[in-house]
């Protein structure tokens, strides 16, 4: 079936750094959607895109829709404690909602 | 503005039994979609409703039913429970508009099922 690959699967990083992390796939897709989700709750809506090449920011969150409509990018600048998560990308098709596994973003003291 | 809202919170169930979760969407929000996420997985779709009629079904046994309410409150049933029906189920309600392509979800806090 249709799989959206993250990596990485988890990120060490210190506070201040710059974070990268994308999504991958086999099929094409017309939405990319970028989730964070904090223990014990569910996933919160960061970022949603709709158009091959679009390029999205929220605050230090920047998110790009892949030209091939076959990936997507996420970016965190200036890393804070507060990044700490669980970041998932989706998309939908045939009124599917499909999520990736998750990278999961950690933050050294 | 309230938020989706699920109940229970928690709850902890044995083999066999039936379970039903309840869920609030956004107001204004018409469609309601369930999701399950085992430990260490991102969500796997199970339902979506708009209108009180199904629109997607995801991969999972007959055991899994839902329905909505005139309200667009949705609940969600599982029979016969497995111990591999443990985990997080989470609502999410939206605006589906497929001529603008959106398809964003907000999500609940989730209810927390244990099967022993």
């Known amino acids: 079936g249709q799989q959206l690959n993250q990596s990485p699967q988890s990120m060490f990083i210190q506070e201040g750094e710059d974070v990268s992390m994308n999504c991958t796939s086999s099929?094409?897709?017309?939405?990319w959607l970028w989730y964070k989700q904090d223990p014990g709750e569910g996933p919160v809506l960061l970022i949603a895109?709709?158009?091959?090449?679009e390029l999205t920011s929220n605050g230090r969150l920047t998110a790009q829709f892949g030209i091939t409509r076959k990936d997507s990018f996420l970016n965190i600048s200036a890393s804070i404690p507060s990044d700490v998560g669980i970041y998932f990308c989706?998309?939908?098709?045939?009124?599917?909602?499909?999520f990736g596994k998750g990278t999961r973003l950690h933050i050294l003291p | 503005d309230a938020g989706v809202t699920q109940s229970p919170t928690h709850l902890i169930k044995t083999r066999g039994q039936h379970v039903t979760l309840r869920c609030s969407p956004i107001?204004?929000?018409?469609?309601v979609s369930w999701y399950q996420q085992v430990l260490g997985q991102g969500p796997q779709f199970i339902f979506q409703?708009?209108?009180?009629?199904?629109?997607g079904r995801g991969n999972f046994p007959d055991r899994f039913s839902a329905r909505q309410f005139p309200n667009y409150s949705s609940e969600l049933n599982v029979n016969a429970l497995l111990l591999g029906d443990s985990a997080l189920y989470l609502c999410?309600?939206?605006?589906?508009?497929?001529?603008?392509?959106?398809?964003?979800?907000?999500f609940g806090p989730g209810t927390r099922l244990t099967v022993t």
């Open positions: 895109l709709y158009k091959a090449g």
């Open positions: 107001s204004g929000h018409k469609s």
């Open positions: 409703y708009y209108e009180k009629e199904e629109r």
């Open positions: 989706a998309t939908n098709r045939d009124d599917k909602i499909i």
């Open positions: 999410a309600s939206s605006l589906p508009n497929r001529l603008a392509g959106n398809y964003e979800q907000y």
């Open positions: 099929s094409i897709f017309n939405t």
